[in-house]
């Protein structure tokens, strides 16, 4: 990293380019460059970049694949930037073809920094190269499939039907071949399931004749059996022998079956930050007949977590295109800042590096609730007379800020200091979330077949207004610093919808809905409106409501799946109408309309 | 730098192998074979022999280290140096560690007792003959090399320069170029002039004089002259050099800036942030003396191999910096909040201590690594190498944000001993919750046989009933195959006040936190101030900590715990006691979770309406005098106090506001 990286470059900043696109790139390529383009870090001013990107496909090298862009080294000879690749990020998912399936690629990538797929120990530069996953071409740009486990029944006790499964080709000779080929041995039809199958190619039969192979016969028959994907999802382990190629792992982390290591010198996805013995058990090659002993070895909290792990990793670095490519990003810009880079605890504890940023990584998960706040006199107001140029300036990073909590209230929002006090304590168990008292609701709108927003009352919400509302001030940064403008234009064109962000981001994170806690209801109608918005000509206007909704689904789109979630819980004070004397309870005002 | 140490001075050896005694003397001829070259491709799955690693229930390595020998060329004058007592501590240390055998042909990893760790004080070729006569040297196949400073004048290698074959190296100046990925260790360099009892350790928390001390002797003459130009403008960076008076002999315990002698190492105590510039080697022992004064080292050494980083965070240790980027040097220190700094000062001086600070730490570190790189399934954790063991740090075992789906429903568990009237009439009640998946009834009456099947209620749910073997409080909490869901509602056979929506709301409440437990009736514990113990409350107070599980919804895993991983103490007084198995297990999930338990609705009561709390009675002083004494066992037990307090509890949505009854889901919610 040191001798072929120009970090001069970097001094304004972390700041990626992409070469104009002058030719055709395959459907996958161009959602990464989409993805870059629409991330914080793009830049259109080559001047400004610390880091470049091809506009060339470099995705597939094989030979044999459709994708494969024809002489690249004449047209990277081309570039008048490509400066012998320094300060560029080289893609790659395939390279080689059958039947060596050789690491290199065909041209000359200089002193690029190879991000690749499938990416052995040795070829692997450490602190310079990247191990990239292997992907497929559905992996969808954003949002992303969810991880099993979050929507299946009976995850915990963490054991399924089988204890180890798999279920692949063998290739008979070649890369792969002896470790699938002895598969058979630990196989055992009861817990563990290990199917292979000789088809593989035209000539299979032919092939196995020559090798004097007797096995197939027996191995298609047991192969035929099972079907992959319910083994997969019924098998607490799941073997990943090597092969030509590392594929089948993505799969594993998905359906939250722990993978079992058998392709020794691999390079694992994104090994130099997270921590893969936290998701994986390491097998050896050499050692196949210890696999089964040692998964057997292993007691229920270490398989749970585990497999929760999995789950984690899948859904913060996995699931979608998006997040691939920012982790990506996420490492070279820790490689940069080398000072600022985050710890592998940050990394690899929920809720993960691309919702922590640099500034926040000291705190070793979460967040830690503060006492000092709020202090009822005595405190010193800071009154920010600047240029307000948008409505999101409300969530501004102020330094002036210094404690955990931040209250975010409107000028006219009037609450009593037993409200704001309980609301405190009720956020201090929860940190992560935003606590408040008026709250909305999201709905799917079947006629209009689109999500949308609702203010009536109902037994659930997803959101609660910032107009009155504590959250830690971590979440300004992120809304500051981690959303490209592509989400705040719609905050700034409509002078409205902040709030909703603000959810939307936090759900996000979290996985979790935000808190509501109770309030005096006499200022329900008259101090919150119909749309929650203190100031109520605005928020009577229909315009403005419609606005909120077309918001909401609009932000939907953008982070690709529908973040909020739903809750049926308020928090209110022990006592709470109780019939007891008033006076031992502790927030009275909120009960006194 | 190693001191030098003649057998005799070895006082009383406790091994064989070290005694000058057993130490033969041999001969090397000019035409002794070497080994081979370094085989600078290695990796742990290509070079490294596995099949004599072997498996056991230990996942332990075995290391054996051959006897120390004299040799000698044919002149008869001696190859090899004494062994340095730093070398002759590691020796001993391997010896005295679970990891030694004294058998070579069930050994996974062979140590030759040949002295290695300056490259200096070692004739390279000589040596490389001696590693090859070796009896099991096979190429240097598992063989260890301890070395601390490779390379020599002018170019000083990053790596021995002695043939090693495929032998791995322990190394103390490894660059991202000589370092063998998953195959060698990085070592920290041990400097035998520190003595720490010379050095009283100051608290993290003390002021420091200056922000930052470089005490480097011998810098290169292009960071010497940034580091003028920073001194220029940065009256807080103390730059010290060698004292012009030690020109000649080396002095040292002393630095000076221009006239002004500064005692070192202890001046590093004085500063915030001490740097590390890369010399004529890439690995400085500046780095071990900068820790062991518990100041923060800025390594400026680009493509260094940080010691033991296989296993430690150095992000957590040190700052890095590049070496183009020494001239915004103040400027990146100044990023650090005074949080971070007291984080990394303790981080520097914990990772020191345990993993640095004598040749024993370090020999035993280099072995684990390796160890856990044969066993990587039994190995150390991120958490176990890099967290304080003192820091407790909870890791709450379901991390996820896990809200299960709502159609799996819940088992209603209830323990009953034989009465039948109350039992069927809270079956009867439960089955009326819509999410009721299943009831389990846990017969805990060993002298009277359940009823037969057919005279129990039929609720048009499962209904299972499991008969214990001994009347325990803690069958309630056994994790039977019997619940197929994740949820359990804990039920007593009494429990007849709580409505149908009271439950299904509760179950709701626990999917959005499956991690709690989540009850009705709630306790809280207070300090006494008088007698400094721990009280039992159960007044209408403002705080909860606890929940009564009496009818409290939680999570499977949570059984599985309490069953097998509660200490056996605390299970023990609950079963003795027949008492308190609640309180257990609101302090179990609150010490793994750190978090506290929810109340839900204004219950305040939940068995017959008619009769009166008694806990609330003040006659049942004995009672209030059990549960408090539970506490304090329990607390004892688990060496802190696990529970939090909190002011709020989980009421519906629309719960009490001026709202139609039927526009609410949840009408039917009790008031006591």
């Known amino acids: ?593 | 730098m190693f001191s030098q140490t003649n057998c005799e001075d070895i006082s009383d050896p406790k091994h064989l192998f070290l005694r000058s005694e057993n130490s033969k003397t041999l001969e090397l001829t000019t035409s002794s074979p070497g080994a081979s070259p370094r085989d600078t491709r290695c990796t742990y799955h290509t070079c490294f022999d596995v099949y004599h690693c072997g498996y056991n229930d230990k996942t332990r390595i075995s290391v054996y280290i051959y006897p120390v020998n004299q040799y000698v060329d044919q002149a008869g004058n001696a190859v090899t140096l004494p062994v340095s007592k730093e070398f002759y501590e590691m020796l001993e240390a391997i010896a005295d560690s679970p990891y030694y055998t004294n058998d070579p042909d069930m050994a996974c990893l062979l140590v030759p007792s040949v002295d290695l760790l300056n490259q200096n004080s070692i004739r390279l070729r000589e040596v490389g003959q001696i590693l090859a006569s070796l009896p099991w040297w096979n190429n240097g196949n598992n063989h260890l090399l301890f070395n601390m400073l490779p390379g020599g004048s002018p170019d000083y290698s990053t790596v021995l320069e002695v043939d090693t074959g495929k032998a791995v190296i322990a190394g103390g100046g490894f660059s991202t170029w000589s370092y063998r990925r998953t195959f060698d260790v990085s070592i920290p360099i041990f400097n035998p002039l520190i003595q720490p009892d010379k050095m009283p350790q100051k608290s993290y928390l003390e002021k420091r004089t200056y922000l930052l001390i470089s005490s480097q002797t011998s810098l290169h003459k292009e960071y010497r002259d940034v580091l003028h130009e920073i001194e220029k403008q940065e009256p807080r960076f103390l730059f010290i050099q060698k004292c012009p008076t030690d020109e000649r002999t080396w002095n040292f315990s002393r630095r000076c800036k221009e006239n002004v002698a500064y005692d070192y190492p202890q001046i590093l105590q004085d500063s915030t942030f001490c740097l590390v510039v890369r010399g004529a080697r890439i690995g400085q022992p500046a780095l071990f003396d900068v820790m062991s004064a518990g100041c923060i080292p800025v390594i400026v050494a680009d493509g260094y191999i940080l010691p033991f980083s296989e296993v430690l965070d150095w992000k957590r240790i040190a700052v890095t910096v590049l070496e183009e980027e020494l001239e915004n040097l103040i400027q990146i220190l100044e990023s650090y909040s005074q949080e971070k700094i007291y984080e990394l000062r303790q981080q520097v001086t914990f990772i020191w201590q345990k993993y640095f600070s004598s040749p024993k730490a370090i020999a035993l570190t280099t072995l684990r690594i390796i160890n856990d790189r044969v066993f990587p399934y039994a190995g150390k954790s991120y958490e176990e190498w890099n967290d304080m063991p003192n820091t407790k740090t909870i890791k709450n075992p379901l991390f996820l944000p896990l809200r299960p789906p709502s159609a799996q429903g819940f088992t209603a568990v209830i323990l009953t001993y034989d009465r039948l009237e109350s039992l069927f009439k809270v079956i009867h009640s439960v089955a009326k919750v819509p999410s009721l998946a299943k009831v389990v009834v846990v017969w805990n009456n060993q002298k009277k046989s359940p009823p037969p099947m057919t005279s129990w209620p039929d609720i048009g749910k499962p209904l299972k009933f499991v008969k214990t073997r001994k009347n325990k409080m803690s069958n309630r909490f056994f994790p039977y195959d019997e619940i197929q869901t994740e949820c359990i509602l804990a039920l007593d056979d009494d429990i007849v006040m709580l409505t149908a929506d009271e439950l299904e709301f509760a179950y709701e409440v626990w999917r959005e936190f499956p991690d709690r437990l989540v009850g009705f009736p709630s306790r809280v514990h207070l300090l006494d101030n008088t007698t400094n113990k721990w009280k039992y409350e159960s007044e209408w107070t403002n705080d909860i900590s606890m929940v009564l599980t009496g009818a409290a919804f939680y999570h499977k895993y949570f059984s599985y715990l309490y069953t097998h991983a509660m200490p056996v103490e605390l299970k023990t007084w609950v079963d003795e006691h027949m008492n308190c198995e609640d309180i257990a297990m609101n302090f179990l999930m609150s010490n793994v979770t750190g978090k506290a338990a929810i109340k839900v609705t204004p219950r305040k009561k939940f068995k017959c309406p008619e009769c009166v709390n008694t806990e609330m009675l003040s006659s049942d002083l004995g009672h209030m005098i059990e549960r408090s004494d539970c506490i304090n066992q329990f607390t004892r037990i688990y060496q802190s106090m696990p529970l939090k307090s909190i002011e709020f509890r989980a009421d519906p949505v629309l719960y009490k506001d001026d709202f139609p009854d039927v526009l609410k889901k949840y009408k039917d919610i009790g008031m006591l």
């Open chain 1, 1 to 593: 990293m040191e001798t072929c990286f120009d970090f001069n470059k970097c001094k304004l900043g972390f700041k990626v380019f992409i070469y104009p696109i002058q030719e055709r790139v395959s459907e996958t390529y161009s959602k990464i460059l989409r993805t870059i383009q629409n991330s914080i870090y793009y830049t259109s001013d080559p001047e400004q970049a610390c880091v470049f990107i091809l506009s060339i496909d470099t995705l597939d090298r094989d030979t044999l694949s459709k994708d494969y862009a024809k002489d690249i080294q004449s047209k990277l000879d081309q570039l008048s930037l490509w400066n012998n690749g320094k300060n560029h990020i080289v893609l790659n998912l395939y390279s080689g073809t059958w039947p060596n399936y050789i690491e290199s690629l065909d041209f000359d990538i200089g002193e690029a920094m190879i991000a690749k797929a499938s990416l052995s120990v040795f070829k692997f530069r450490p602190g310079f190269d990247i191990s990239f996953p292997l992907f497929a071409k559905e992996l969808p740009e954003i949002g992303g499939e969810r991880a099993y486990v979050y929507n299946s029944i009976n995850n915990i006790p963490p054991f399924r039907e089988y204890l180890l499964g798999f279920k692949g080709k063998r290739y008979l000779t070649g890369i792969g071949s002896e470790t699938r080929n002895s598969l058979y041995h630990i196989h055992n039809k009861e817990d563990i399931i290990l199917l292979t199958t000789c088809r593989h190619g035209k000539n299979w039969q032919k092939k196995a004749r020559e090798l004097n192979d007797t096995r197939c016969k027996v191995d298609n028959e047991e192969y035929d059996k099972y079907d992959y994907k319910k083994l997969l999802y019924n098998a607490t382990f799941c073997l990943v022998p090597r092969g030509r190629r590392l594929g089948s792992f993505r799969e594993a982390l998905q359906a939250g079956c722990i993978p079992v290591l058998l392709s020794n010198g691999w390079e694992l996805p994104f090994s130099e930050v997270i921590d893969w013995s936290k998701a994986a058990v390491w097998g050896d090659e050499r050692l196949l007949f210890q696999v089964p002993s040692i998964v057997r070895s292993l007691s229920v909290p270490e398989i749970l977590a585990l497999k929760q792990q999995t789950q984690f990793l899948w859904e913060t670095y996995f699931s979608s295109i998006e997040k691939i490519v920012n982790t990506v990003l996420q490492i070279v810009k820790d490689r940069v800042n080398k000072h600022l880079a985050r710890s592998l605890a940050v990394w690899n504890n929920f809720p993960g590096a691309l919702s922590v940023l640099q500034e926040y990584s000291t705190s070793k998960s979460h967040p830690t609730p503060c006492t000092k706040w709020p202090g009822n006199l005595g405190v010193p107001v800071l009154v920010k007379t600047r240029n307000i140029k948008s409505i999101s300036d409300r969530f501004q990073a102020f330094p002036d800020v210094q404690t955990d909590a931040v209250f975010s209230l409107d000028e006219d929002a009037l609450i009593t200091t037993d409200e704001i006090d309980f609301a405190f304590g009720v956020w201090r168990e929860f940190p992560d979330r935003i606590v408040g008292y008026p709250a909305r609701e999201h709905f799917y709108d079947t006629t209009k077949n689109r999500w949308s927003y609702t203010s009536t009352y109902s037994n659930e919400y997803s959101m609660i207004l910032t107009g009155a509302a504590v959250y830690h001030r971590y979440y300004n940064y992120l809304y500051t610093n981690s959303l490209s403008t592509v989400y705040t234009q719609i905050v700034d064109q409509s002078q409205n919808c902040e709030d909703i962000l603000m959810n939307f981001l936090v759900s996000h994170v979290t996985k979790q809905p935000p808190i509501k806690v109770t309030h005096r209801k006499i200022y329900k109608e008259s101090m919150l409106g119909s749309s929650g918005r203190t100031r109520t000509s605005f928020s009577l206007d229909q315009q403005h409501f419609s606005q909120r909704q077309a918001c909401l689904a609009h932000f939907v789109q953008l982070f690709g799946y529908m973040p909020l979630i739903r809750s049926k819980v308020r928090m209110d004070p022990v006592l709470f109408k109780d019939p007891v004397s008033n006076l031992r309870k502790k927030f009275r005002q909120i009960e006194v309309i």
